[in-house]
């Protein structure tokens, strides 16, 4: 099994977290632009009153705050909002959206596990706190969500997707198999070339190198006599210089 870098979860944050996170959650409940044209065109700062109570007020505060550029501010707003009795599934989103536009994962994480354990069932979501737990460096935990995302919706496939990249450095042959169930599920998704990659650079190192085994193969094939019919006896570095005629073969003692 070749070594794949430790550092790989870092680099998948890097390169995939704060994009999946974001692509999710407008895919979660349908926000982003539908939740602009939701919004109604206030004048003023967007900060509202203090004591404000009305669930709708709070959000439509919330969204003010979220155009304005104050995620912290939305965050405050929304989940007040969800608190003095707003519909959850329809605020959730852009509560998670404004916690994550500045990397507050902690914070998401703390809205979005209550409502996973109420709503099981919401893959996304749960795909959600998985991506989540990544960017924390709990890949443990990323794992078991996505693990049991799986087992309930197996034709998830930026599950397997995300799954794959965590066992590239725990399991090679698990992360082909979830690489390959993605190419087999989504043949147009949007990581087709990168999954390909991962598979063939996993296949390359799997190629055996020839080993001393084959090079003393080929020094016995050496005829015993030469053609006058004596007896021909090989020189010292006979086998030395088999193997060096051998480019990119391990040399044989």
Not at 11 to 30: K, N, S, T
Request: aromatic share 6%.
């Amino acid at each position: 099994m070749t070594h794949v870098s430790k550092n790989v979860y870092k680099r998948l944050e890097a390169r995939y977290q704060a994009r999946i996170v974001a692509g999710l959650v407008a895919i979660h409940c349908g926000i982003g632009c539908a939740a602009q044209r939701a919004t109604t065109n206030v004048n003023g700062s967007g900060q509202g009153a203090p004591g404000m109570r009305d669930n709708r007020e709070l959000a439509r505060c919330g969204r003010e705050a979220m155009r304005a550029g104050d995620s912290i501010r939305a965050e405050h707003y929304f989940a007040l909002a969800i608190q003095n009795g707003y519909d959850e599934s329809e605020l959730l989103p852009e509560l998670l959206t404004a916690c994550l536009l500045t990397n507050r994962l902690r914070s998401a994480l703390n809205y979005a596990e209550p409502a996973l354990r109420k709503h099981p069932a919401d893959s996304v979501l749960r795909y959600l706190v998985a991506t989540v737990h990544l960017g924390l460096g709990q890949t443990q935990f990323a794992k078991q969500e996505l693990e049991t995302l799986l087992r309930h919706q197996p034709q998830f496939a930026d599950a397997h997707f995300l799954l794959g990249m965590l066992e590239l450095s725990r399991n090679e042959r698990e992360a082909e198999r979830h690489f390959r169930y993605y190419l087999k599920i989504a043949p147009r998704g949007n990581k087709v070339s990168e999954v390909t990659e991962h598979i063939e650079q996993l296949q390359y190192a799997r190629v055996p190198y020839a080993t001393a085994t084959e090079g003393e193969a080929i020094v016995s094939s050496v005829p015993s006599h030469s053609d006058s019919g004596s007896a021909w006896t090989a020189p010292d570095n006979a086998r030395e210089v088999s193997s060096e005629n051998l480019p990119g073969k391990v040399v044989v003692p």
